[in-house]
């Protein structure tokens, strides 16, 4: 045990000395403690902005806060205030709580402080207690108000949500997000571009199939043409008949739609064949017209009929026989028709029609559509 005995004048000193330590150790503490966290807490919610609000009104409600306003437009309230009790130095504090895309409580406090006897004014009340407001409680004193708040809404189904670590997991589920809905729009790119390609291929493939089917097509009306045509009828060609009879389409779909577009639903098709001079004026034409009972058969045959004798084709030297399909069906002024090619089914040095009496112009036959089927002939 040693005792140190200390004059006046050391004790003076060394009271000084001790003061000042204390100072400049507080001052370390000051600078090296960690900063307090703000008085602010979030929670995560899966409700709507006005039940998340409601459920935490009853939480505060439970721990005997009572609610001092309500705004119903910004989807907020504010308790009323409430104390710490510490000797000479109260904390009063109010809370105010908002549900937007997040519950957020914030805690506003003041400190008041009880002066003391010699810097107050001891005659009146006024001046007697100093007001600090102070948003930076310590952790001992957050941790009184906020604990009980966070079990409460934590047991109500909100999560606790962290500014800084919440942020980066969010961030990290918005790039994950944004990457997922990249992948599906490749995926969906990727789906589409197959399934054109695919259909692009049929596409292909069909086309390839009609072309074909028209070089046949060709290639069997030109083996048709050098059959019966060959080198016997100089100067005329089934193309340039061809040519001339189509040059005159716009006139025959004009006697489709004079003749059947007053009708509803209406189909059928004509089996046309002439007999062309070597003068190039027709000398027979046989029409036979196989529709619907509703269609005009008479009249579209005789429009038809004294449209071809109109024609005045190219000459020759021989008579040439032609055969021609068309197809038609509609309803009222929605018509569709359809041309077969020009096909020559016979080259004669003579008038290939024989003498008939009167009654032989006119046969009658029995059609697949039920109908009574009229040829007629020149």
Not at 231 to 246: C, F, H, M, Q
Not at 302 to 308: E, G, I, N, P, R
Request: hydrophobic residues 35%; neutral net charge.
């Amino acid at each position: 045990m040693i005792f140190i005995k200390i004059t006046s004048l050391y004790k003076t000193f060394f009271n000084r000395y001790l003061f000042s330590l204390v100072i400049l150790s507080s001052s370390g503490n000051f600078y090296s403690c960690d900063e307090k966290p703000p008085m602010v807490r979030t929670f995560e919610h899966n409700l709507n902005n006005e039940d998340a609000l409601r459920e935490a009104q009853l939480v505060f409600e439970s721990l005997g806060y009572k609610i001092s306003t309500f705004d119903e437009i910004d989807n907020s309230f504010t308790t009323q205030l409430r104390v710490i009790n510490r000797l000479f130095r109260p904390i009063y504090y109010t809370i105010f709580v908002s549900a937007q895309d997040r519950l957020t409580i914030v805690v506003y406090s003041e400190v008041r402080t009880f002066k003391r006897a010699s810097g107050a004014d001891i005659g009146s009340n006024n001046n007697q207690i100093m007001q600090d407001a102070s948003n930076n409680l310590g952790d001992k004193f957050q941790a009184v108000i906020f604990n009980p708040i966070i079990k409460a809404i934590e047991s109500k189904g909100f999560a606790k949500w962290d500014r800084k670590e919440d942020s980066i997991l969010d961030d990290l589920l918005i790039e994950s997000s944004r990457e997922a809905n990249l992948w599906l729009e490749n995926e969906k790119y990727n789906k589409i571009k197959k399934r054109y390609e695919s259909q692009r291929i049929n596409d292909i493939k069909i086309l390839e199939m009609e072309q074909d089917y028209l070089r046949l097509r060709a290639i069997l009306e030109a083996e048709n043409n050098i059959d019966f045509w060959g080198n016997s009828d100089t100067g005329r060609s089934l193309v340039g008949i061809s040519k001339i009879i189509n040059s005159y389409k716009d006139n025959f779909d004009q006697i489709f739609k004079n003749s059947l577009n007053s009708i509803r639903h209406y189909y059928g098709n004509c089996h046309i064949q002439l007999i062309i001079r070597p003068d190039g004026t027709i000398e027979d034409i046989d029409i036979l017209i196989n529709s619907s009972s509703r269609t005009p058969d008479i009249e579209l045959r005789d429009a038809l009929k004294s449209t071809l004798k109109a024609i005045n084709f190219m000459k020759g030297e021989n008579y040439i026989r032609l055969e021609q399909l068309i197809d038609f069906r509609g309803s009222y002024n929605n018509l569709k028709v359809k041309y077969s090619n020009l096909k020559l089914t016979g080259l004669f040095t003579e008038n290939p029609i024989s003498d008939k009496d009167v009654f032989a112009d006119t046969l009658f036959k029995i059609k697949k559509y039920n109908k009574q089927v009229i040829q007629l002939k020149n």
